[in-house]
């Protein structure tokens, strides 16, 4: 997309659990913040690339609704609604979403 960056964290790394995806994520925003504090970023894994669902205008307001509705928070985060492995689905951890 024209004026966008799209940059594979991980590429050129092994990858060693979520853990270290979390820790490539942190040391790329640190390097960043300083010089551009004003910058919109969103962290996505495959499946978000892959299966999108909404155009980046939308995915801006509805950013920018969440920070007017949390009181001006500027860190939002989301979830989806799979589990990974499956067999977590059998053995119930699903209810945790009944109530969204």
């Not at 004003?38 to 690339?49: I, N």
Request: a negative charge; glycine letters at 12%.
């Amino acid at each position: 997309v024209p004026g966008r960056m799209v940059r594979n964290l991980g590429a050129g790394h092994t990858f060693r659990g979520h853990g270290a995806r979390a820790a490539l994520y942190v040391k790329w925003l640190r390097q960043h913040v300083a010089t551009e504090p004003e910058r919109l970023v969103a962290l996505t894994d495959g499946a978000d690339v892959l299966f999108g669902g909404c155009e980046e205008t939308e995915l801006v307001e509805r950013y920018r609704q969440i920070v007017a509705a949390s009181g001006g928070a500027s860190i939002v985060f989301g979830a989806e609604f799979g589990l990974w492995p499956p067999e977590l689905w059998a053995e119930g951890a699903a209810r945790r979403y009944d109530a969204l």
